[in-house]
Nanobody
Framework: QVQLVESGGGSVQAGGSLRLSCTAYGYTDWISCMGWFRQAPGKEREGVATIYTNRNMLVVADSVKGRFTISQDNAKNTVFLQMDRLKPDDTAMYYC???????????????????????WGRGTQVTVSS
């Protein structure tokens, strides 16, 4: 089993920054990629960014490209989401998810099919005020 624990959410004013962390526990060798998703009230969950943990390949959604950066610390089984120049539209619950195969991850792209991600964290809230 793989467990994911997110941290780093909070409240910030527009233009500010936050860094989210997601640490994996358990059978971390199973993990092919770890991604960040977010869900705002009344909206569908959307993919934000993903990183292929063994290849250090990363994909960032167009909606946040240039403002959000995904990175990892393999030694700590941790993935980070650095969020800069935050906007009120970034307000959402942010979830970390892990997939266990290259294909399910998207074969080098970013699969937004949530059924392909077999481990999910509980989420961390990000609130951006104007």
């Amino acid at each position: 089993q793989v467990q994911l624990v997110e941290s780093g959410g909070g409240s910030v004013q527009a233009g500010g920054s936050l860094r989210l962390s997601c640490t994996a526990y358990g059978y971390t060798d199973w993990i092919s990629c770890m991604g960040w998703f977010r869900q705002a009230p009344g909206k569908e969950r959307e993919g934000v960014a993903t990183i292929y943990t063994n290849r250090n390949m990363l994909v960032v959604a167009d909606s946040v490209k240039g403002r959000f950066t995904i990175s990892q610390d393999n030694a700590k089984n941790t993935v980070f989401l650095q969020m800069d120049r935050l906007k009120p539209d970034d307000t959402a619950m942010y979830y970390c998810a892990a997939s266990f195969s290259w294909t399910d991850c998207g074969a080098g792209t970013f699969s937004r099919d949530e059924s392909k991600y077999k481990a999910w964290g509980r989420g961390t809230q990000v609130t951006v005020s104007s």
